[in-house]
């Protein structure tokens, strides 16, 4: 079956959807809407649905004519707090709220695939389980649902997600095996002294100072205690301390990331990240108070899944540029499944240029060639069509 063609063919369904959740965003664990609509189109293709699975995911299972492996496919739903400054005519009705990271499509591409295979239950035997998760972005949504038994009754053989992806251009496949999204941490510290007059510095223990040495040293980390082979980033991304220009505070609070993809590595930069906060503190007489967060472990994808999705894609996807070397920093709780399942998580290119469709994640401006989503759903139903015959 040409799965670029029958994804083309009902182009206009997934437009259609994507447009209406992009006008409609809902944050993490509140997209009640979306759910509900998710819910009404998994039901009338003839799918077994559950809903409020791990508070507002989406559960739907298809069953094959034959019987076969069981394939997990995952579509985010989240939206994010930020105004949107797209100016397209489907923008965001709701103010500080928009789908600023691709996910309405990911739902609409989810919904398609379902449909595609819904109307042809012989083009696979199995069983396929659309999972529509709440809260990824940073909430612990795929933790929720896998403790809500979303890996259960059945549970998948194989798992598989995809992500448009706004750093490469329509017609790009990032499909690679290994490592390929990072583990993330959030921190924060507070650095106390003791404040005093910003004239009499020397009777005053001053946390800015040290907060000032505590930034270059905590980034300096990745590049002086991680072999350049590896990779490692500390970022400082907030520091408040003070109100007044005559007063030195008595504390400081900065917070950040961390991202690493090896556990080996992680486990280094933890450790020197620790060192660093206490050396520092005592070197400037200042207590450093750490908190240190694991949003997601690292992505990993499954070798031998990921060469047989790729063999796939490069037979019978037109017009594509498939790299197998790419990986990014950035972060996704798709990790907790794939660590529990094995899988493949794939990036396709959603921007365009020439058509002023390339602003990055998470800006205001964020929006796609929704080419992207007639590759998007071929490569996805290719894939679960191959995986599961």
Known sequence: MNYYQTARDIFQYTVSLRRDFHQHPELGFRETRTAGIVANELTKLGLDVATRIGETGVVGLLKGEKSGPVLLLRFDMD????????????????????????????????????????????????????????????????????????????????????????????????????????????????????????ALPHLAVDPVLAAADLVVALQSISSRNISPLDSAVVSVTSMH???????????????????TFSPEVRQRVLKRFQQV????????????????????????????????????????????????????????????????????????????PAKGLNAGHHHPSFDFDEEALVNAVALVSSAASSLLN
């Open 277 to 352: 906060c206490n050396g520092l503190g005592e070197a400037y007489d200042c207590q450093v108070d750490s908190e240190i967060k694991m949003l997601t472990p690292a992505v990993f994808n499954d070798a031998t899944i990921t060469k047989q999705i790729y063999t796939t894609a490069n037979t019978s996807l037109p017009n594509r540029t498939i790299d197998q070397q790419y990986r990014v920093m950035v972060s996704d709780d798709m990790a907790f499944i794939l660590g529990e399942i094995s899988g493949t998580y794939c990036f396709v290119g959603s921007a365009n």
């Open 241 to 259: 301390g003070g109100d007044s220009f005559n007063v030195i505070p008595d504390k400081v609070a900065l917070s950040g990331t961390i991202r």
């Open 79 to 198: 939206a994010l707090p930020i105004q949107e400054e797209t100016g397209a005519e489907y923008a965001s009705v709701y103010p500080r709220v928009m789908h600023a990271c691709g996910h309405d499509g990911h739902i609409a591409i989810g919904l398609s695939v379902a449909k595609i295979f819904a109307e042809r239950r012989d083009l696979f035997s199995g069983q396929i389980k659309f999972v529509f998760q709440p809260g990824e972005e940073g909430l612990g949504g795929a933790e929720r649902m896998i403790a809500a038994g979303v890996l259960e009754k059945p549970r998948p053989d194989m798992a598989l997600a995809v992500h448009l992806w706004n750093e490469k251009p329509v017609g790009w496949y990032g499909i690679s095996a290994g490592y390929i999204m990072a583990a993330g941490e959030i921190f924060n510290l507070r650095v106390r002294g003791i404040g005093g007059h910003g």
